[in-house]
Every structure is written in C-alpha cells, then in structure tokens.
Nanobody, 129 residues
Framework: PVHVAESGGGLVQTGGSLKLSCTIP????????MAWFRQAPGHEREAISC????????TYQNSVKGRATISRDGATNTLYLSMSSLNPEDTAMYYC??????????????????????WGQGTQVTVSS
C-alpha cells in the first residue's frame, strides 16, 4: 500500500509563512510525481503546485506564483511546500498527492486531481486576519 502523509499545518498570521511536509513511508520519493492541492470550505479542491518525479519539472498555480516553492529532499524522502505572504484566502485543508513514475511514463506532473491515485488526509492551514 502507498500511504501519503502531510504535516506542518497550523494557525498563521496574515503576512506570515509556512512550510508543509509530505512523505510516502517505505517508498522512494524519487519514484513519484507529486502535487499539492488545497480545499477551502465551500470551494472545490484546487492544485497549488506539482513536481515531476525527477524534480526538474515544476508548475505553480497563478495565485501562488512568487509566494510558493515546492521542493524535494532526497536525503529525508520528503516533499515540501513553502508559502509566504499568507493571507486569509490561503486558509484551507492542504493535501499532498502522488503518482508512480511507471504510471506516468515520462518525467512530468499535472495540476489535475485525476492524475493522482494516492492522497494524504490533509493538514489544515488557517490564516488569521
């Protein structure tokens, strides 16, 4: 089984920053293309950023460009999402998602939920005004 686990959420003040973490225990992160999504109350789940399995192909949603950085640490087998200049509109449940490189077939990622068969339970981020 492939389990995805996020951590790092919490309460942040407007203008602050956060760093979320995602791991796939017992699996090599380098074998997976990964993505971060978020869902605010009353809104659909949306993609924030994705990283191909090599880490060389990265995409960001326009609303977070310049404020978000997706990164991988091979030593700790961890995917990160760093965000700065947070505002109340960033309040949401943040999810990490994964797809094995064999299923993708080439070095790519996508900002589409249907790409990713493996999902974490989410970590809540609340930005206070």
């Amino acid at each position: 089984p492939v389990h995805v686990a996020e951590s790092g959420g919490g309460l942040v003040q407007t203008g602050g920053s956060l760093k979320l973490s995602c791991t796939i225990p017992n699996h090599r992160l380098e074998d997976y293309s990964m993505a971060w999504f978020r869902q605010a109350p009353g809104h659909e789940r949306e993609a924030i950023s994705c990283s191909s399995w090599s880490g060389e192909r990265i995409t960001y949603q326009n609303s977070v460009k310049g404020r978000a950085t997706i990164s991988r640490d091979g030593a700790t087998n961890t995917l990160y999402l760093s965000m700065s200049s947070l505002n109340p509109e960033d309040t949401a449940m943040y999810y990490c998602a994964a797809v094995h490189r064999a299923r993708v077939g080439y070095d790519a990622c996508a900002m589409s939920q249907s790409w990713y068969p493996y999902w974490g339970q989410g970590t809540q981020v609340t930005v206070s005004s």
